[in-house]
């Protein structure tokens, strides 16, 4: 049962770092309306930074999912 918990929760990892990297700005986007229904407001200071770093948190997901299944994989 472990087993299909990890793959699942690997898979969801590695689509959401996918989906991350490939669509920053709705991610973006979709933080930014987070932000406003608890009475925040976010703004980046320079959005081409923001879109950067964004795109780097996807591939970070993507290799901490693929890490994670190597190790994994390794230990069973």
Not at 10 to 28: D, F, K, N, R, S
Not at 47 to 75: H, P, Q
């Amino acid at each position: 049962m472990a087993i299909v918990i990890f793959i699942i929760a690997a898979l969801i990892a590695l689509l959401l770092g996918g989906y991350i990297y490939t669509h920053p700005q709705e991610v973006i986007l979709l933080q930014q309306k987070f932000y406003t229904l608890i009475n925040w407001r976010m703004e980046p200071i320079s959005i081409s930074k923001e879109i950067r770093n964004t795109k780097f948190m996807g591939l970070f997901l993507i290799l901490f999912a693929l890490v994670s299944c190597f190790y994994y994989w390794l230990d069973h």
